[in-house]
């Protein structure tokens, strides 16, 4: 390696030689964004609950967002699952 020159942490193809690939990094993205979706919702509108004096309806409609947020990212993930698996099935000899 020359001088001034970086080594990569692993590949970003999806190779299993180290590393995580992008389809990897994009699966926990995914599964990150459906797990905080509810209490960042039901956080913000406990907060506005709490700003207005408005009792639980902002938490409740909140809790209703976030659900739907993370159902969305469930769905998400599937066809990114679903896209994965077609590939690899495309890629096996017969």
Known sequence: MKKGQAQQD???DGSDE???SRRDTRAYQSAMEAVFAIPIAMGIGWWADSKLDTGPWLLMIGLALGFTTFVMRLMKMRKLVEAASEEHVDDEPF
Do not use: E, Q, R, Y
């Open 10 to 12: 692993g590949p970003d």
């Open 18 to 20: 180290g590393g995580l």
